[in-house]
């Protein structure tokens, strides 16, 4: 009789979402969060680097094209959460992938170079990866990627090339990205974000009442069962909260 499937889960750190998706990520999973603007992808993304390594003692790397390291951490102090501290303990490595690309000299110790060159982006990621034993990674996020290229139309085969190498990484990975319009079907801004990634979450806000609500949707997720519902979700000042019982406004 052939042994049961069981799939490693890796914990989100997010209350209320796990027990969506079976326990955690599948382990060694490219997850994709989408979005409008002011839906919460970063802090999503962050939560699940910083508390992998606060409760669960797991490296990981985040890597920041939307905004400077230091602004990174001073926002995440307002959920309290001190990302210099786990820095320090090897826990977490956060790239500044923003000061080189205004012509700024990075005071980070991981930052990236001068000129963006995917293939140099790759394998400095990679190094990264490797030199803290990181099991969780972000890319913060794929819009910032492609507007470093000298053709957006270029996205395509860079992130066919990315998802490559992020399955040669072994970590769980989350990609943000935007999402021009949800409710028309229009999840990712380049359209294949989504085929790449074996998970996609997506953040949304709907108006109720004359005020606007979050909602999250898990639109696939690989080897895990999962509801095709909107659940809510809110923005504390612990971080993000998912509601899994349903509706609570």
Same mark, same amino acid.
């Given at each position: 009789?052939?042994?049961?499937?069981?799939?490693?889960?890796? =914990?989100?750190?997010?209350?209320?979402?796990?027990?969506?998706?079976?326990?955690?990520?599948?382990?060694?999973?490219?997850?994709?969060?989408?979005?409008?603007?002011?839906?919460?992808?970063?802090?999503?993304? /962050?939560?699940?680097?910083?508390?992998?390594?606060?409760?669960?003692?797991?490296?990981?790397?985040?890597?920041?094209?939307?905004?400077?390291?230091?602004?990174?951490?001073?926002?995440?102090?307002?959920?309290?959460?001190?990302?210099?501290?786990?820095?320090?303990?090897? !826990?977490?490595?956060?790239?500044?992938?923003?000061?080189?690309?205004?012509?700024?000299?990075?005071?980070?110790?991981?930052? !990236?170079?001068?000129?963006?060159?995917?293939?140099?982006? +790759?394998?400095?990621?990679?190094?990264?990866?490797?030199?803290?034993?990181? =099991?969780?990674?972000?890319?913060?996020?794929?819009?910032? $990627?492609?507007?470093?290229?000298?053709?957006?139309?270029? $996205?395509?085969?860079?992130?066919?090339?990315?998802?490559?190498?992020?399955?040669?990484?072994?970590?769980?990975?989350?990609?943000?990205?935007?999402?021009?319009?949800?409710?028309?079907?229009?999840?990712?801004?380049?359209?294949?974000?989504?085929?790449? /990634?074996?998970?996609?979450?997506?953040?949304?806000?709907?108006?109720?009442?004359?005020? +606007?609500?979050?909602? +999250? !949707?898990?639109?696939?997720?690989?080897?895990?069962?999962?509801?095709?519902?909107?659940?809510?979700?809110?923005?504390?000042?612990?971080?993000?909260?998912?509601?899994?019982?349903?509706?609570?406004?």
């Amino acid at each position: 009789m052939a042994e049961p499937y069981i799939v490693k889960r890796v =914990k989100s750190g997010i209350p209320g979402f796990d027990e969506l998706i079976e326990g955690g990520f599948p382990e060694n999973t490219t997850v994709l969060v989408t979005g409008g603007t002011g839906t919460g992808k970063t802090t999503f993304a /962050a939560q699940f680097i910083y508390k992998g390594a606060e409760e669960y003692g797991e490296p990981g790397v985040f890597v920041t094209l939307e905004e400077r390291a230091k602004d990174l951490r001073r926002e995440m102090r307002s959920f309290g959460w001190d990302f210099k501290k786990y820095e320090e303990q090897g !826990l977490i490595a956060i790239v500044d992938g923003v000061s080189s690309s205004v012509g700024l000299p990075s005071e980070e110790r991981f930052a !990236l170079e001068d000129k963006f060159n995917i293939d140099h982006f +790759l394998r400095y990621v990679y190094r990264v990866v490797k030199n803290i034993n990181a =099991k969780r990674l972000v890319i913060d996020s794929i819009p910032s $990627i492609a507007f470093r290229l000298k053709e957006e139309k270029e $996205i395509r085969e860079v992130l066919l090339k990315l998802n490559t190498i992020l399955l040669e990484m072994g970590v769980t990975t989350i990609l943000t990205t935007e999402a021009p319009d949800p409710t028309a079907g229009r999840i990712s801004r380049y359209g294949i974000e989504e085929y790449i /990634a074996r998970g996609v979450v997506i953040l949304d806000l709907q108006e109720k009442n004359i005020e +606007l609500k979050r909602y +999250l !949707l898990i639109r696939k997720m690989r080897e895990t069962k999962h509801s095709m519902r909107k659940y809510p979700f809110e923005i504390t000042n612990h971080g993000i909260v998912v509601y899994p019982s349903g509706e609570i406004y």
